[in-house]
């Protein structure tokens, strides 16, 4: 296994697309997913709470939610968010989002996804219900993905142990220092180790969604994915980012 440094480019147009569907993540109108994961589906949690950013939450739902529009069978993923009471959020750029769920409410997850907030590296660290629901339904689920500071809950939970991470650059060393037992990965785009996946978030959430995709769906349809968002898949052998890989189970499609 080797580690190396990924250097693909951010890309504008994408995070562009990303943006400008921001207001059909979680609104008042908007069909709530089928809880049943019906004809197989895969339910792709998103945990949101005040302060959540948005580019570590619209880049993987972004992808995600495309990924069923790239799928022969339609579509392959449910895709919903969850707060701990269900009422409106806002983000720390200002959206306000009604989420899908409560935790009460909250169907079955199989792909835990958990963006970076404000609080992501202090309070939420402190809101044991938080902890406790992210580590119930991330022991529950078949992946676990993190994207910037949403490492730090994922680590509080014990999720990361024995797994290899990383998180948000500019983190590295306090992350390393909050969590001393856990093998951090510096300067690397995302890691996969088993059922976790770690990102350093912001424009790389794209690619550790698009990963997902591949790892989940195949490589023809991140490909599909890509093209639609404008998103080299896969990276260039020479760019492919860092990858500590021990594959939990085959793929489901």
Request: charged letters at 20%.
């Amino acid at each position: 296994m080797t580690m190396a440094t990924l250097r693909t480019p951010c890309h504008p147009l994408a995070l562009l697309a990303c943006l400008l569907v921001a207001g059909c993540v979680s609104t008042p109108g908007r069909a709530k997913p089928d809880e049943s994961g019906a004809a197989g589906n895969l339910m792709a949690g998103f945990l949101v709470v005040d302060g959540v950013y948005n580019t570590e939450l619209m880049a993987p739902y972004d992808v995600l939610e495309h990924a069923n529009h790239h799928l022969p069978t339609g579509r392959g993923v449910e895709v919903f968010t969850v707060s701990p009471d269900g009422n409106e959020i806002v983000t720390a750029e200002g959206l306000r989002l009604v989420p899908d769920y409560s935790f009460a409410t909250a169907p079955p997850i199989d792909v835990l996804i958990v963006p970076s907030a404000r609080g992501s590296r202090e309070e939420d660290l402190r809101d044991g219900d938080l902890v406790d629901w992210v580590r119930a339904r991330g022991e529950r689920a078949q992946y676990v993905m993190s994207l910037c500071w949403g490492a730090f809950l994922l680590a509080e939970a014990g999720l990361l142990d024995g797994y290899a991470s990383t998180t948000f650059p500019a983190d590295y060393a306090r992350f390393a220092r909050t969590y001393p037992h856990l093998d951090v990965r510096f300067n690397v785009s995302f890691v996969h180790d088993g059922g976790r996946l770690t990102s350093q978030g912001g424009a790389r959430s794209y690619e550790v969604a698009m990963y997902l995709v591949d790892l989940l769906f195949g490589e023809e349809t991140a490909i599909s994915v890509g093209s639609g968002l404008l998103i080299p898949w896969p990276p260039e052998p020479k760019d492919r980012p860092a990858i500590l890989s021990r594959p939990r189970s085959t793929r489901p499609y």
